[in-house]
Every structure is written in structure tokens, then in C-alpha cells.
């Protein structure tokens, strides 16, 4: 079944900000706006989901789930791929590290029908992943990597869900995967290749390597779409990224963070509109109460679905002066009430603070070295004795 995913209404007369620019085709996924929101822990739930969808078009992922947690269907795993009947085309992206239970957790998306794209997490520089050979870590093992890639394509084929991929440029510096990751990858039919210009000890310091990107589009050409990640922050990020690195998308982290709107400006920007969001703070009052209410239904109890919202607000009132206090009372909300009470006290009609809400969003960290399974680094190659490691590390990834 074709889906199309349409923009907001473009005036007659616009013309694409990117020269030649087509609807970004993923399988039988067309998007008239080729952005990609990037999955990120505890942010990209349902809620956050329709905020995003509400300013703008484009492809809106779940948070990453583990394959042998979703084959065991804990309740956290499926609360995780849990879409609202609003929600198309339905996205889900699955981390694994054992070629049989990513397969398993492939099938039984397709079979149920729960998705109507499903990603692949390569990409994740966290300990807890890469330490278990996954992640940004599993593709230096290239027969694993392409044993994964391919059961996992050979199983969405069977409902004629796109399969796609999303990783770094490698483990570090001395040990880069991406470009032979992403032949792989186009080899076993993926449908797209997205890349974080960074490699995992990189982590989110310092500026993204879009020559990175740029190497890959000409490695793969147009034999399959390839998306480019890291340090977009504002629609124009999104234009240059496009123009110098001849990607075919882009994928927004961070930089939405606080910032759902984002959405919208992309849209407009990529069809050559000038129209950008500059909301005031009574705008970003509305947005975050809204939001709160999507957590608490979200989360089916109003303290939890609060509380959660608790880490956004740093995020959205970026810039905007609304006192210490305030920002004090937001970061410890317990209840709708509450919020509506504090948000009602800010002044509603200051405007847009320019450059001071702009910019990086959440901690970038610093360079670390990767925490990698004993001796990873030695061969490209997975022996008898890793493959059951590899195993028994699905078993202990269970917490959705």
C-alpha cells in the first residue's frame, strides 16, 4: 500500500529550495518533506510525535526498542511502538545484535501490523549499547552487520514494509564502518541509509562531519536514498546540509528538541518559502501545555505524564526571559493545574528572543572513548564464542 505524506499548502509560484528536488522516496513511502525525525530515548514518544506532526510534515520514528524486548512484548516495548490511529505512516526503530532475534521482532511488526516503516539502529554511541556490540559498534563485525541487515529486509519484504538503516561514521577516528556499511547496506535492499556525521567517541561534541555525508552520496549515487544527521538546529542548517552534501533528506535530532515547530520550518524552507516560526512566549506557553496533556494521556496517569514533561522545559524556553522562579516551579510541575498556574503568570506577549532560543540543544558532551566488548576491535569477523555472547546480550536487553 502506497502512502503519501503531504506538506502544508505551498502557494502557487514557490519553487524547492534545493535545485532538483524531488518527493524523497523510501519504498512505497513518498515524502513530500524529506525529514525524518530522529529517534531519541525518552523523548519521541506518542506525545512529542503529534507536536511535531501538528507544525509540519515529514517521517516520525518511535523511540528505539530492543528486538528481544519486543519479542517478549514487555509492557514497555509495546507502549513503545504504540501508534494513535492519526499517526501515518506508522514508524518503529528496533536495535538487535543477534541476526535470528531482529528477524523475529521484523516478522512479528509485519505480521501484526504495527508498522509501516521500520528502521535499524547502528547508530547509538551509548555504553550501555555499544558495550554489548551494538550500536555505532556493531557494524566493524561486517558479516554480522550484513547478517542483520539482510534477515531483517528479507522479513519486512514479506509485507512490503521499507526497511531502512541509520548509523554513524564508525567507531572512532581509526576505525571507521559507514561507507562499506552503507554498500552493504544497498546490497541487501535497504530502502535508505541515514548517517550520523559523527562516530561514537565523538559522541554529540564538537561539529558533525558533513564531508562524511557528502563521501557517502557519491559512494552510493541514487541507487538508494541516503539522509544526512547532525548539527541541524534551523531550517537553513538543513538547506546547506542539502546543497553541499547532495543527501537526499535530513534527520532532526536535538535540534527539535523544545522545538516541534521545526517541522513546520523545514517544510516551508525546502519549498522555498520564507515563513519561519518565531513564536512569543504566550505561543510557547500554549505549545508546552499542550504537550503536557498529550504526556499525561500518553502515559494514561497525570504526575507521570507531568513529570516527563519536566525535562522539556529548559528546552522550550530557551532564550526567553521568564525569571529564575519560574523556571524553577516548571522543572518541578506535578500537575496540569499546576502548569496552567505558572504558565499564566509569564508574560505572554514577549516576543521571540531571536538568536538566544537558537542554536544547540541538550548536553553535546565530550569526546570518550567507546565501551566495546573485550578484544571487538581484533578482527572484522564474528567467531563461534562471540556469536554466543552476542546471544546471551539479547537476552539481557529486556527493558524495552
Not at 551509548?126 to 563485525?141: E, I, Y
Not at 559523527?198 to 541507487?223: H, M, N, P, Q, V
Not at 496552567?340 to 508574560?347: F, K
Not at 538568536?355 to 540543544?361: F, I, L, M, V
Request: with cysteine.
Amino acid at each position: 500500500m502506497n502512502t503519501t505524506i503531504t506538506t502544508a499548502a505551498v502557494p502557487a509560484g514557490a519553487e524547492p529550495a534545493v535545485p532538483g528536488r524531488a518527493p524523497l522516496r523510501i519504498g512505497n513511502l513518498v515524502l513530500d518533506s524529506p525529514v525524518v525525525l530522529a529517534p531519541m530515548a525518552g523523548i519521541t514518544n506518542t506525545a512529542f510525535r503529534r507536536m511535531c506532526r501538528e507544525y509540519g510534515a515529514g517521517l516520525y520514528v518511535t523511540e528505539m526498542v530492543t528486538s528481544r524486548a519486543l519479542v517478549e512484548r514487555t509492557p514497555t516495548s509495546m507502549r513503545i511502538i504504540h501508534h494513535e490511529p492519526y499517526e501515518t505512516p506508522r514508524s518503529v526503530q528496533l536495535y538487535g545484535v543477534d541476526p535470528v532475534t531482529v528477524g523475529q521482532a521484523v516478522r512479528m511488526l509485519v505480521e501484526e501490523d504495527r508498522a509501516d516503516h521500520i528502521d535499524l539502529n547502528f547508530g547509538c554511541p551509548v555504553p550501555k549499547v555499544t558495550r554489548k556490540g551494538g550500536g555505532a559498534a556493531l557494524p566493524w563485525k561486517l558479516d554480522l552487520f550484513t547478517a542483520i541487515v539482510r534477515t531483517a529486509v528479507a522479513e519486512a519484504s514479506r509485507g512490503d514494509i521499507p526497511l531502512t538503516v541509520k548509523m554513524r561514521k564508525g567507531i572512532d577516528a581509526d576505525h571507521l564502518t559507514y561507507l562499506e556499511a552503507g554498500r552493504i547496506a544497498r546490497d541487501a535492499g535497504v530502502a535508505s541509509v541515514a548517517l550520523h556525521a559523527r562516530t561514537a567517541a565523538d559522541f554529540y561534541s564538537g561539529r558533525a562531519d558533513w564531508d562524511a555525508i557528502a563521501r557517502l552520496k557519491d559512494e552510493l549515487g541514487d541507487t538508494v536514498p541516503v539522509l544526512g544527521n547532525g548539527d541541524i538546529f534551523a531550517a537553513e542548517d538543513a538547506l546547506e546540509m542539502m546543497r553541499t552534501t547532495g543527501c537526499d533528506g535530513v534527520v532532526i535530532g536535538r535540534g527539535c528538541q523544545g522545538r516541534p515547530w521545526l517541522f513546520g520550518d523545514l517544510a516551508a524552507a525546502l519549498n522555498g518559502l520564507d515563513f519561519r516560526h518565531r513564536p512569543s512566549l504566550g505561543e510557547v506557553a500554549d505549545a508546552v501545555y499542550r504537550h503536557g496533556t498529550y504526556l499525561v494521556e500518553h502515559f494514561e496517569e497525570e504526575f507521570r505524564g507531568v513529570r516527563d514533561l519536566r525535562k522539556h522545559m529548559a528546552w522550550y524556553f530557551k532564550g526567553y526571559a521568564i525569571g529564575g522562579d519560574a523556571r524553577r516551579a516548571l522543572a518541578m510541575v506535578s500537575s496540569l493545574a499546576e502548569l496552567r498556574e505558572i504558565l499564566s503568570g509569564l508574560d505572554r506577549e514577549a516576543p521571540y528572543p531571536g538568536a538566544d532560543a537558537e542554536g544547540t540543544r541538550g548536553r553535546a558532551g565530550r569526546p570518550k572513548r567507546p565501551v566495546l566488548p573485550e578484544r571487538w576491535l581484533e578482527s572484522r569477523r564474528v567467531d563461534e564464542q562471540r556469536s554466543r555472547e552476542l546471544h546471551e546480550a539479547e537476552l539481557d536487553v529486556s527493558g524495552g
